[in-house]
């Protein structure tokens, strides 16, 4: 690991200066994702700021019916939130679905949903990545790309987004909240945050670098039945090849999005129209611009029957 | 740093094999863990209470809570498998809570009560959850058994709390302590030997003796 100077920021304030005043500065938060990569000198900080101390740790209702979640509530507490369990079922189970309790009672809602790809080749340094190294080429595409994209993607990258919790706030519509460093805040609706590798798969989402996310708001609760099916490897403790998020209304229309295939959590709003048409309609739509590699192909089909069993259960 | 004898690399190139299918699909790569020794490292003061006892230290930054613990306060209890949050074999309680104390920075515990497998008990006065994986033979070489044993301590809280599980069929009814869910909530401790089912038989016994 390279040395860093560290820093506890106790405001928001102090946190988005350091940010911009230090070059090669970055966020702690959870640290289950940047400390891994640090080890690995994938991630190669000057200086940490550490934002556990910021007090965004509260879950608060909003005046339009839904809920304001803090940058830094950990991603158990989400999940056994009251409210949650009960209005918003599909973001419990997304969160429940991922990593272990160990790695939960750490992780952050605004960590998990900037976590980095798994792609084995990212993570070995021995190898060309366009992530990792602009312009070294992509190892993936001729490798072990199982666990890879086949939507989204471009000749640089085949990158997949690792988040399931992601996927709920992709179905649920949530925005994600931000400060910059002159003070100034915006929000991002979360199908806005990630961007798609084109030629440029090292810059991953549309945060400036001293921008800190301090809440993700989630609006309104939908109703409905509320499922995120996740198939991996092994029935814990793994990543997934093929995640779906969804929420079916009595009368059979919905909405869905996809994990595990695409480098951010994957929705087209006119698939949702799609649904009442069964799971080959609307996957078909879903997949229309694919390009697995073969090792990846299987999951077009894993796809289509995940689809199909997840709307057999809400309609059972 | 310490020289890891023979055994000790096996047992721990084992273990990152069995957790590789959470990070990737075979590239192995454990030439990792590099240093940076040329830097002059920057240091942070930082004090916790450990097992009970106030600890004040002034570490590089780069110390994570579960080196502190091993290398500058010689708690060896609390073992280092795969330090990449892959097998739980460092699992310690912050503020009661499990972590792996491989993927946080010590400095970045100031303030916290940390509880490791020394303080849950000791060899003439053992935990419940320590005597009963004796009883039932809950390891094999041990090796993940600290990990295993500090994480079904507080498992056994996270569901006294209500904290649902991927396995809890509703999630506005009570949580259950079944056989499925103790599974589930444990697999973030992978086991090398595969005392699997007995680690199982050991914590339903404790819980079962809590109720
Ligand atoms: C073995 C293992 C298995 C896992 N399995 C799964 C899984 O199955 N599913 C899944 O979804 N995830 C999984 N994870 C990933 C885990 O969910 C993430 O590591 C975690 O959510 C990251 O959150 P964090 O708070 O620890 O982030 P950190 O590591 O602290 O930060 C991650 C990134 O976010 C930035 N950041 C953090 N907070 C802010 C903020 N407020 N504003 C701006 N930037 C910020 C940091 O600078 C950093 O770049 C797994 C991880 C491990 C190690
Ligand atoms: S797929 Fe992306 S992350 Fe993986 S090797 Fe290629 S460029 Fe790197
Ligand atoms: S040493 Fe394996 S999870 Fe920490
Ligand atoms: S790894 Fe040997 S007892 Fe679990």
């Known amino acids: 690991m390279r040395a860093f100077s560290y820093q506890r920021a106790s405001s928001i304030e102090e946190a988005a200066k350091a940010a911009v005043g230090t070059e090669g500065a970055k966020f702690i938060a959870g640290g289950t994702n940047l400390l891994d990569l640090m080890k690995l000198e994938i991630e190669t900080p000057t200086h940490l700021i550490d934002v556990n101390g910021l007090g965004l740790d509260r879950v608060e209702p909003t005046p339009e019916g839904g809920l304001r979640i803090g940058a830094l509530v950990r991603n158990t507490d989400l999940a056994a939130d009251e409210r949650i369990r009960r209005d918003y079922a599909l973001l419990s189970r997304a969160l429940l679905a991922g990593a272990s309790a160990q790695l939960r009672n750490r992780a952050t809602t605004a960590g998990n949903l900037l976590q980095r790809t798994r792609c084995p080749y990212f993570y070995d340094t021995n190898q060309p990545c366009n992530k990792r190294q602009p312009g070294s080429g992509c190892a993936a595409l001729a490798g072990f790309s199982r666990q890879l994209a086949v939507v989204g993607v471009s000749d640089a990258c085949i990158a997949s987004h690792p988040s399931d919790m992601a996927v709920a706030m992709r179905v649920l519509d949530a925005a994600v909240e931000t400060v910059r460093a002159d003070g100034t805040r915006r929000s991002i609706p979360i199908a806005e945050l990630h961007r798609l590798p084109g030629d440029t798969p090292h810059i991953e989402h549309v945060l400036e670098r001293s921008e800190l996310i301090t809440a993700v708001v989630l609006p309104k609760p939908l109703g409905g039945k509320q499922i995120y099916r996740k198939v991996r490897d092994r029935a814990s403790y793994a990543f997934a090849l093929v995640s779906i998020g969804a929420v079916v209304q009595p009368d059979g229309t919905g909405r869905v999005a996809i994990g595990g295939i695409a480098p951010k959590p994957w929705r087209e709003e006119a698939v949702d129209n799609e649904l009442a048409n069964g799971a080959k309609a609307a996957a078909a739509k879903l997949l229309a611009n694919a390009r697995p590699t073969e090792q990846n192909a299987f999951k077009l089909t894993l796809v289509e029957r995940t689809l199909s069993a997840v709307l057999a259960e809400a309609r059972g | ?211």
Request: glycine fraction near 10%; proline fraction near 4%; include cysteine.
């Open chain 2, 1 to 211: 740093m310490q020289t890891p004898g023979a055994l000790d690399i096996s047992r721990r190139d084992l273990l990152v094999a069995s957790a590789a299918t959470v990070t990737v699909a075979g590239a192995g790569s454990l030439a990792h863990a590099k240093t940076n020794t040329s830097a002059a490292p920057a240091g942070t003061k930082v004090s916790f209470t450990v097992n009970g006892e106030r600890r004040e230290l002034e570490l590089d930054n780069r110390t994570t809570l579960l080196d502190a613990l091993r290398e500058h306060l010689h708690l060896t209890g609390t073992k280092k498998g795969c330090d990449h949050g892959q097998c739980g074999a460092c699992t310690v309680l912050v503020d009661g809570r499990r972590v792996n104390a491989c993927l946080t920075l010590a400095v970045m515990h100031d303030g916290d009560e940390i509880t490791t497998i020394e303080g849950l008990g000791q060899p003439d006065n053992l935990h419940p959850m320590q005597a009963a994986f004796v009883k039932h033979d809950g390891f094999q070489c041990g090796f993940c058994t600290p990990g295993q044993i500090c994480s079904s301590v507080a498992m056994l809280d996270e569901i006294k709390a209500n904290i649902p599980s991927h396995v809890t069929a509703d999630l506005t009814a009570p949580s259950e302590i079944t056989p499925a869910e103790i599974r589930e909530r444990m697999s973030g401790n992978i086991c090398r030997c595969g005392a699997y089912s007995n680690i199982v038989e050991a914590i339903t016994e404790v819980a079962g003796r809590k109720a």
